[in-house]
Nanobody, 123 residues
Framework: QVQLVESGGRLVQAGDSLRLSCAAS?????MGWFRQAPGKERAFVAG????????YYADSVKGRFTISRDNAKNIVYLQMNSMKPEDTGVYYCAAQRSYSIQVTTNHLLYDYWGQGTHVTVSS
């Protein structure tokens, strides 16, 4: 079994930068970040394949966010720049337990989830 622990969420102002981390135990393949804004459903933010050969971003964060992974440390990062109030929400790290060559945006295809870290962006 894989365990995921997110960290780094906090209150920031619009235009600020913030980096989230996801520390994993056990073997992981594809990894993704999702977020859930107040009153909304959980939505895909960014995903990365096991060897970082495939990376995909939601249109709402493209050009502002960067996902990366350090397999030696078993950590996935989400660098968030030029943050907007619309980025507010609980950010979840997710992992797949089997190989896939492409990133998936479908939350049903992820097997493990962290508890989430809160991010609030004030205007």
């Amino acid at each position: 079994q894989v365990q995921l622990v997110e960290s780094g969420g906090r209150l920031v102002q619009a235009g600020d930068s913030l980096r989230l981390s996801c520390a994993a135990s056990g073997r992981t393949f594809g990894m993704g970040w999702f977020r859930q804004a107040p009153g909304k459903e959980r939505a895909f933010v960014a995903g990365i394949s096991w060897n970082a050969g495939s990376i995909y971003y939601a249109d709402s964060v493209k050009g502002r966010f960067t996902i990366s992974r350090d397999n030696a440390k078993n950590i996935v990062y989400l660098q968030m720049n030029s943050m907007k109030p619309e980025d507010t929400g609980v950010y979840y790290c997710a992992a797949q337990r089997s190989y896939s060559i492409q990133v998936t945006t479908n939350h049903l295809l992820y097997d493990y989830w962290g508890q989430g870290t809160h991010v609030t962006v004030s205007s």
